[in-house]
């Protein structure tokens, strides 16, 4: 982390918020798993270090089986500290799991029911996350994927959008251009929809991206980043790519 990250620094204090608020969840040795599929082996596996020190490798089948298969939400939320703070740094890499279906387990696991505490310090960690993207590009996290990953969880995405001010700094204006040229389209005669498999089963906060790209606004955004910080030929090129991939969206 750069000296005088205010956003990283801002994330580090989410994720000490999460492991504060969940602390209060404790990790049975051993507890419920479908018998065909968890082993004796994959607990021990799971319980092999403190949870601070666990790794990818303890945690990639119980990441993707939590709650479906494997313990309830209460041993979901003691893991899920260790899970996001993970993926806020690594973005799953070494394919240790989908962090789309990660962050999916908060919707399984009905997290707008669990106490304000334990909601507002996960909206926390969402909103630290998204900012601390925005701010640096590249980010171990691509834009494209830690927008559809809160979307899973989240059905109002307004908030995050509002605060992706494309003009505001050269790494959020990057990060458009990458995800205007990362993120599939569906272009119909209704309008454009966002085609990515992990948005199929969100239609609401899909809808809402949608819209705020089809916004004139965004032209005018990206237009203004491309004055300021077009005078790099790379930077140039990738933010006026981005501004003919907006014009083609109706």
């Known amino acids: 982390m750069a000296e005088n990250d205010a956003s990283g620094e801002r994330l580090k204090a989410a994720i000490e918020d999460l492991y504060r608020t969940f602390s209060?969840?404790?990790a049975d040795d051993h507890f419920a798993g479908c018998p065909h599929c968890i082993t004796d082996?994959?607990?021990a596996l799971l319980h092999s270090q403190p949870l601070r020190e666990l790794q990818p490798r303890e945690l990639s089948k119980y990441a993707f089986k939590a709650m479906s298969?494997?313990?309830s939400d209460d041993d979901f939320r003691h893991f899920l500290p260790r899970i996001f703070e993970l993926l806020a740094f690594d973005d799953?890499?070494?394919d240790w799991t989908d962090p789309e279906i990660a962050f999916g387990k908060l919707?399984?696991?009905d997290w707008r029911a669990w106490p304000d505490e334990e909601q507002k310090s996960i909206t926390g960690f969402f909103h630290a996350l998204w900012s601390n993207v925005l701010d640096h590009f590249p980010h171990a996290?691509?834009?494209d994927s830690c927008l559809c990953c809160i979307g899973q969880a989240v059905d109002d995405v307004s908030d995050y959008l509002g605060a992706w001010d494309i003009a505001k700094s050269l790494p959020a204006a990057r990060h458009f251009a990458s995800f205007m040229e990362d993120e599939p389209f569906d272009r119909s005669s209704e309008g454009t929809s966002l085609?990515?498999?992990w948005w199929q089963d969100r239609q609401k906060p899909a809808e809402q991206v949608a819209q705020w790209l089809r916004d004139p606004a965004r032209r005018a955004e990206v237009q203004q980043a491309l004055d300021v910080f077009g005078k790099n030929p790379e930077d140039a090129k990738v933010l006026s790519?981005?501004?003919?991939q907006l014009g083609a969206l109706n």
């Open 141 to 143: 996290f691509d834009v």
């Open 195 to 197: 085609a990515g498999v």
């Open 69 to 71: 298969t494997w313990g």
């Open 241 to 244: 790519n981005a501004l003919d």
């Open 107 to 109: 919707s399984y696991g």
């Open 92 to 94: 799953g890499a070494g």
């Open 41 to 43: 082996a994959d607990h």
């Open 24 to 26: 209060r969840y404790p």
